[in-house]
């Protein structure tokens, strides 16, 4: 257990309203990263940090926005929600020392967005 | 064509059974990560490795660097091994990942 947490864990919106996806950790790591998941994709990127106020694009970054002004918390921002984004979400950490680091990652929960 | 690919995308047993998931990759790469997916969403990594094979219980994951590609093996496999088996290979300081495997083995 990484002590990774992910809120909320469910979340309804309509087309249009902003939505915000907080992910947690507990054990101060430097790497972390926002993925979706759809059917028939893998896990695609969307966002990543490498440290506080640090963050890069992932391959899917359009229409998402991130925030990492603490270490233990990254933010995912969707500032005008579309159905496409109907998906879920997965943070995860990188325990590793720099970002060629062969490390595993550990993930939080997920959150299952649903954009009407 | 998807650099990383698994096969087959769904596999369907009985308990007991051996199991076999293929991964193939085209790119370079540092190391190759197996993760199970559970029903209920959460992801855990099952192995990572660049070389030869590793063994943790029933599971067995093999790598061959020049064929590029790597097999997940379940043996005495058993209906709480029903999952989703994803691969991913870490090449240029990236995580590719692979669509996964839905495994279903029926009591």
């Known amino acids: 257990d990484a002590g990774i947490t992910q809120s909320p864990r469910h979340k309804v919106t309509e087309t249009g309203t902003p939505v915000t996806l907080r992910c947690h950790q507990t054990?101060?790591?430097?790497?972390m990263y926002w993925y979706r998941q759809d059917p028939g994709h893998g896990l695609r990127l969307i966002h990543y940090?490498?440290?506080?106020?640090?963050?890069d694009k992932g391959e899917v970054s359009d229409g998402y926005s991130v925030s990492r002004s603490k270490t233990e918390d990254f933010l995912l921002t969707l500032e005008s929600a579309t159905s496409s984004q109907t998906s879920v979400y997965f943070c995860?950490?990188?325990?590793?020392?720099?970002?060629?680091?062969?490390?595993?990652?550990?993930f939080g929960p997920g959150t299952r967005l649903t954009v009407l | 064509k998807n650099e990383v690919e698994q096969s087959p995308q769904n596999l369907t047993a009985q308990e007991g059974e051996f199991i076999t998931i293929n991964c193939s990759y085209s790119?370079?790469?540092?190391?190759l990560h197996w993760l199970q997916q559970h029903p209920g969403g959460g992801i855990v990594s099952l192995f990572m490795?660049?070389?030869?094979?590793k063994k943790h219980g029933r599971l067995i994951a093999t790598i061959n660097i020049q064929e590029k590609h790597s097999s997940l093996h379940i043996t005495a496999s058993h209906p709480r091994d029903s999952a989703v088996y994803i691969c991913?290979?870490?090449?240029?300081?990236?995580?590719?990942w692979g669509a996964g495997t839905k495994l279903i083995i029926k009591p």
């Open positions: 995860a950490i990188n325990p590793g020392r720099g970002p060629s680091a062969a490390n595993e990652q550990f």
């Open positions: 054990e101060n790591h430097r790497y």
């Open positions: 940090s490498y440290g506080v106020k640090d963050t």
């Open positions: 790119v370079g790469i540092s190391a």
């Open positions: 490795l660049s070389s030869g094979k």
């Open positions: 991913a290979v870490r090449s240029n300081y990236q995580l590719i």
